[in-house]
């Protein structure tokens, strides 16, 4: 079936520093993928999403792009804030599905001043 | 707009008690799911409701687990009785399934239920 694997964390950054949180996906043709963050004390949001191979989302200086090759959905940013501290979750809606969601483990992020 | 609502927030219970959750969708929302969040785990899906229909509900543990969504709109997820391994966040989302769309939900605050 489809899944996400996501790298572990947690991850501990200081302020300005490159963001990496990895992402595969293991899916039968080709999914919707989407990056949730949770913040402390708060449900899950939507951070960005990719609907087809090569598209990159982007949202508060987050960035993913839908690598159909590698069956990758890396985040990144370029210079993390204290306020980017949270727990960020990758998913997947299936092809013929797409009410289907399936999440990853969660990768918990801290940035330090 | 009002996002999805949840309650109860926090619930501490003894084991074998019933406990229930209320979620009340964002309006105009046809879809609505339940998932169980357990500690440093992502959200897995227990049931979700297309309307009034429950459409998956293959990971809903049925023996002391069920749910209804009555008319639709709010829904309730019962657990009778609770067991240690229940304790968890119980995570609402809805979404508006509009055909083409790409599947964001929205998610309530969640119920933290811990089971004694």
């Known amino acids: 079936g489809n899944s996400v694997t996501q790298m572990e964390g947690p991850v501990t950054l200081s302020e300005e520093a490159f963001l990496t949180i990895n992402c595969t996906y293991t899916?039968?043709?080709?999914?919707?993928l989407f990056w949730y963050v949770q913040y402390p004390g708060e449900g899950l949001q939507l951070l960005l999403k990719?609907?087809?191979?090569?598209d990159k989302g982007s949202n508060k200086g987050f960035e993913a792009t839908y690598r159909k090759e590698t069956t990758s959905f890396h985040l990144e940013k370029g210079s993390v804030q204290v306020s980017d501290s949270a727990v960020y979750f990758c998913a997947l809606t299936g092809l013929y599905n797409n009410n289907d969601m399936r999440f990853g483990a969660g990768t918990r992020l801290t940035v330090k001043p | 707009e009002a996002g999805v609502v949840q309650s109860p927030r926090y619930k501490i219970i003894e084991k074998k008690q019933p406990v229930a959750f209320w979620c009340n969708p964002i309006s105009g929302h046809n879809t609505l799911y339940w998932y169980r969040q357990n500690l440093g785990q992502g959200p897995e899906l227990l049931i979700r409701?297309?309307?009034?229909?429950?459409?998956?509900d293959s990971q809903l543990p049925k023996d002391r687990f069920s749910a209804e969504r009555l008319k639709g709109v709010d829904s309730t997820l019962k657990i009778q009785p609770a067991e240690l391994g229940d304790s968890a966040v119980y995570l609402c989302a809805s979404s508006l399934d509009l055909q083409g769309a790409t599947g964001e939900l929205f998610f309530g605050e969640g119920s933290r239920l811990t089971v004694l």
């Open positions: 899916a039968t043709g080709y999914p919707s």
């Open positions: 409701y297309e309307n009034e229909e429950a459409v998956d």
């Open positions: 990719a609907t087809k191979a090569d």
